[in-house]
């Protein structure tokens, strides 16, 4: 067998290897959200602050995790849900539900209010700005596809 061919069998291989190893976590969703609108604060200004403070590590899209979950639905929802996300132990084992009185502390200081948390922002000490975030995260609300109805 020439070299070229011993190569070419190894990359079919590597490849087949690859293809098999590599299966990704289908996108998980969160139920809608049942709660009202959190209007204790601006949830326009909120969306500004939002992407500012909390877009480069969170996104809105089911299956598109950055370094944090994505947020769609979450106020209201149980935290560390999301099979397509690694949380820390001391968030899943919380039992805390995402709502103004969870959020606001761990908005406030996310390792203050969870000393294991993976969650490295600065601190939000403004409780306006809090206050407007949570109305934000109140708005982020989506439907959950029906089985095979998932975005490709």
Not at 16 to 28: F, V
Not at 33 to 47: F, H, I, Q, R, S
Not at 139 to 145: D, E, F, I, Y
């Amino acid at each position: 067998m020439s070299i070229v061919k011993k190569y070419q069998l190894g990359a079919v291989f590597a490849a087949i290897l690859l293809l098999t190893a590599c299966e990704k976590t289908p996108p998980d969703y969160r139920a809608p959200v049942t709660l009202p609108l959190y209007t204790e604060g601006d949830a326009d200004n909120g969306a500004l602050i939002y992407q500012d403070a909390c877009g480069q590590c969170h996104q809105l899209n089911p299956g598109l995790n950055k370094k944090g979950p994505q947020l769609m639905n979450i106020y209201g929802a149980k935290a560390a849900e999301l099979e397509d996300y690694n949380y820390s132990e001391g968030l899943a084992a919380s039992g805390w539900v995402w709502d103004a009185k969870t959020l606001d502390p761990y908005i406030a200081d996310a390792e203050k209010a969870m000393p294991d948390t993976k969650m490295l922002s600065d601190p939000m000490p403004d409780a306006k700005e809090r206050a407007d975030v949570i109305a934000y995260l109140s708005t982020l609300r989506a439907p959950v596809p029906a089985a095979g109805d998932e975005a490709k």
